[in-house]
């Protein structure tokens, strides 16, 4: 259930159900074939039939009778006999794989009468097992009745208690959890399910006098203790369908990213199955692709396919029939209309919510296959270009004076991996026509080796190339090989060099490529700093000339629940900033605008930390100390909605030289570097005071500055 991606097209695929409430009948493989037809990808089944109910029923009404004649106050209910034929129209088989199971609508895990509760809680773990012993994938449960309280109260912790204890009996299928967009207090939540359990409860165990306020976020709230309850033992294993349009939570569902599953409810029996006589199709209507709709009287999927081969047979104007399956059409109407997926989008497939360490180039070397995926990204070195191609004209414009002997430019490249910002500046030079004097300095041995092959193949040996440390390099000078400086630091060698050393001279325009997913966070201040000395101390040039890094408070269910898991193996798991593509999060500091339209999202509140400019001034006689590079933040977040904070996502933006600038920033990457994919955001897990411990932050109020 949920989306699947096609390369081809681009397109998310979105999964329609069609689910029948009162479906009684076993779904053989012809209804399912003709459903398929259709272009229906799944069908609903119920895992038990109403004689098993009337048992239930039976036993329950007899068993509190019994209790009252005997003006007996009992909380221990009677015990349900296992599953036989007549109970159950599901057998294992092949259209198992395309079904998903319906728990009994008619049960109350949230009454407060111990006896309703406890045989809502056998009914639900027999369905269960035997669904899970027939095959099914996916089995959907009646969310908690919230009218008995709070959604807060013990009757929610009790609901989820029993789907905690259900999930342990059938640990490889897949729990949705059914909740109503918004609970209105007017509602029965189910009472008007016929035999719902709910009515059975006795007076004693209802409060009187307490009636839920209207509460938006209140359904929100009970799945947040059903999803937290779950998490020591399955990770986010629930499902969310929204069936009221309340704007901001349909945004929240839509940034956490529920997959758009869509279930057509009640649109009719199918003929030949619950119903042998087929129906004059008579309502098209439609529904959003992203909410759970109940629409009734509306054509099956054989009745659509018997419909459709009527008018094609009869040859008639197709605008004389109603279309008979006008909802599932729409839906795969706005699937085709959907932009294609942008090529971060692709690119980043497989990387979703996939915790990644950061990179840590200064103490280790890179594999090849690290600088082969920095350099799939198109727009960042052609931001660079830009930048460089800029800086190269406004030197030769405002008639600088230049470093080298020669009267050229002195470039120099830091951190020059396998060379893919040489190549931009040998080709920024061409197009300028101004005359560079290029140096290229880069630590890793493996990768120097490519370097020097490229120096002669790809650039006739214009470049100079250093192996070493940046920190360590003393500057461009004279020697006898122009094209390769190979600068080592054995005792034995430095005689020989001390003379060439004499002649070092300063740098021009200095370019790197140093910046982590939070700008600093891989040493680039700590690394320029050391060669900040060689800058031309008048007209020096550093790409990049600033950075500055972001923080927005997130909800990261999914996150969270990896780093839970992960923890008792490694504990420094929750201690690490992760390098993420987020993607089923939701921004719980956001604003809008009085211009925006109100089906507009709420735009996230991402606050600046902390900037470096360079070149730095880095103070003399530091000693090797790093002061002058610490930082630190006090951030205040407005917040419109509760919610629940499982981390800070962190963004930069840089600006290369002049105003090309780069951007991870989610409202400002768009228009500064669209589809740049060599950063993804660094998220930092909340920690509680407790060491070790991992603990998201509950907001149970809105907090304004």
């Known amino acids: 259930m949920g989306s699947t991606n096609s390369p081809s097209e681009g397109l998310q695929k979105y999964h329609v159900i069609q689910h029948e409430s009162r479906r009684e009948l076993p779904v053989t493989p012809e209804a399912l074939h003709r459903a398929k037809d259709c272009d229906y990808n799944m069908l609903t089944t119920p895992i038990t039939t109403p004689l098993f109910q009337s048992r239930v029923l039976t036993l329950l009404s007899n068993h509190l009778a019994a209790l009252k004649d005997r003006d007996g106050d009992g909380t221990k209910a009677p015990t349900l006999a296992s599953l036989s034929p007549p109970d159950t129209p599901l057998t294992p088989g092949e259209v198992i794989r395309d079904l998903i199971g319906y728990a009994s609508q008619w049960i109350d895990l949230s009454s407060p009468d111990p006896i309703v509760y406890d045989i809502s809680r056998q009914v639900l773990e027999l369905e269960l097992s035997y669904a899970a012993f027939c095959g099914l994938g996916f089995f959907v449960i009646p969310g908690p009745k919230l009218h008995y309280g709070s959604a807060h109260g013990d009757e929610v912790a009790q609901y989820a208690h029993a789907v905690q204890e259900a999930l342990a009996l059938s640990k490889y299928i897949q729990i949705l959890v059914q909740l109503p967009m918004i609970y209105h207090p007017d509602d029965q939540d189910g009472e008007d399910v016929p035999g719902s359990l709910s009515p059975f409860a006795r007076p004693q165990y209802i409060k009187d006098g307490i009636k839920p306020k209207l509460d938006f976020l209140g359904t929100w709230d009970a799945w947040h203790i059903v999803r937290t309850t779950f998490l020591p033992i399955a990770q986010g294993s629930d499902d969310v369908r929204l069936t009221r349009d309340h704007q901001a939570l349909i945004h929240r569902y839509m940034r ?7 279930v057509l409810c009640d649109v009719g029996p199918i003929p030949g199955l619950d119903n042998p006589e087929a129906k004059i199709p008579r309502q098209d209507g439609f529904i959003d692709a992203n909410v759970w709709s109940d629409v009734s009287s509306l054509p099956t999927p054989a009745e659509a396919a018997h419909f459709l081969q009527q008018q094609e047979q009869q040859q008639c104007n197709s605008k004389a029939f109603k279309d008979a399956i006008a909802h599932l059409s729409c839906i795969r109407k706005v699937q085709g209309k959907q932009a294609p ?18 990179l840590q180039p200064l103490a280790d070397n890179l594999e090849n296959v690290a600088y082969e995926v920095f350099e799939e990204d198109p727009v960042k070195y052609n931001l660079y270009e830009q930048a460089i191609r800029q800086a190269f004209i406004d030197w030769a414009q405002r008639g600088r004076s230049v470093s080298g002997s020669a009267g050229h430019i002195v470039v120099a490249v830091v951190g020059a991996g396998r060379g893919p910002l040489i190549t931009r500046a040998l080709r920024a030079s061409v197009d300028t026509g101004v005359k560079i004097e290029l140096w290229a300095v880069e630590k890793n041995p493996n990768a120097f080796v490519l370097l020097q092959r490229q120096n002669e193949v790809s650039w006739q040996g214009q470049v100079h190339l250093v192996q070493s440390d940046m920190r360590n390099w003393r500057g461009p000078c004279q020697t006898p090989s122009p094209a ?12 020989r060099l001390s003379s060439a050393r004499q002649q070092a001279y300063n740098i021009d325009i200095l370019i790197s490529e140093l910046l982590g997913s939070f700008a600093d966070n891989e040493l680039s201040p700590e690394c320029l700093d050391g060669i900040t000395a060689l800058l031309n101390p008048s007209d020096g040039i550093s790409i990049p000339e600033s950075y500055t890094s972001y923080l927005t408070p997130i909800a990261a269910p999914k996150l969270h629940a990896d780093i839970l898991a992960r923890t008792p193996s490694d504990a420094t798991t929750p201690n690490t900033p992760w390098v993420v593509k987020l993607h089923a999060i939701d921004y719980l500091s956001t604003t809008s605008s009085a211009e925006d339209p109100p089906s507009a999202p709420e735009k996230p509140v991402v606050l600046s930390t902390w900037s470096f400019t360079h070149p730095a001034k880095v103070p003399h006689g530091s000693s090797g100390e790093n002061q002058h590079n610490e930082r630190s933040a006090r951030l205040t977040f407005p917040t419109i909605h509760r919610g629940v904070c499982h981390g800070l996502a962190g963004y930069f933006e840089a600006v290369l030289y002049g105003d090309v600038q780069l951007s ?19 998220y930092f897990p909340l920690k509680a005071c407790i060491p070790s411990l991992l603990s998201p932050t509950y907001f149970p109020r809105p907090l304004r500055e």
């Open 664 to 682: 991870t920033h989610p409202l400002t990457m768009a228009s500064k570097s669209k589809d740049m994919m060599s950063w993804f955001p660094l």
């Open 484 to 495: 390769l400086e190979k600068h080592q630091q054995p005792q034995q060698q430095r005689q």
């Open 341 to 358: 997926r942008t090529i971060l989008e692709q690119v980043s497939d497989g990387f979703q919510d996939y915790l990644q360490g950061p």
């Open 256 to 262: 956490l990213r529920t997959p758009p599953g869509v």
